[in-house]
């Protein structure tokens, strides 16, 4: 076996940092850990919330640590609202932290 040659471009340097880390200090100087939170959440909330009511769903928006969900079926809307609590640790859980503070079905 050959030693490592100590001026190989593959070799780590001491004051270097991996990627995720940089990326995840870009995002916390800019804050937008929040942003990027708010975001996932839109974009899964067919795989929180399931087929069937991601089918009755015309609109999902995040504004000021609130969720506002507009549905087609006023049923639904009412047996959600019944269930805003359970909801709501769905939608925490899945993005694991707390992103929201209140769900509104409109």
Same mark, same amino acid.
């Given at each position: 076996?050959?030693?490592?040659?100590? !001026? %190989?471009?593959? @070799?780590?340097?001491? =004051?270097?940092?991996?990627? /995720? =880390? %940089?990326?995840?200090?870009?995002? /916390?100087?800019?804050?937008?850990?929040?942003?990027?939170? &708010?975001?996932?959440?839109?974009?899964?909330?067919?795989?929180? @919330?399931?087929?069937?009511?991601?089918?009755?769903?015309? &609109?999902?928006?995040?504004?000021? !640590? /609130?969720?506002?969900?507009?549905?087609? %079926?006023?049923?639904?809307?009412? &047996?959600? $609202?019944?269930? /805003?609590?359970?909801?709501?640790?769905?939608? $925490?859980? &899945?993005?694991?932290?707390?992103?929201? =503070? =209140?769900?509104?079905?409109?």
């Amino acid at each position: 076996m050959r030693p490592l040659n100590p !001026r %190989s471009p593959f @070799m780590r340097k001491a =004051d270097t940092i991996s990627i /995720k =880390d %940089s990326i995840d200090a870009m995002l /916390k100087a800019y804050k937008l850990n929040g942003k990027l939170s &708010e975001m996932q959440l839109v974009s899964s909330w067919e795989k929180i @919330m399931g087929k069937a009511i991601s089918m009755k769903t015309q &609109e999902v928006f995040v504004r000021n !640590r /609130k969720l506002y969900v507009r549905l087609t %079926s006023a049923p639904l809307k009412h &047996e959600l $609202n019944m269930a /805003k609590g359970k909801v709501m640790a769905l939608i $925490n859980a &899945e993005v694991g932290e707390q992103v929201i =503070d =209140d769900v509104i079905f409109l």
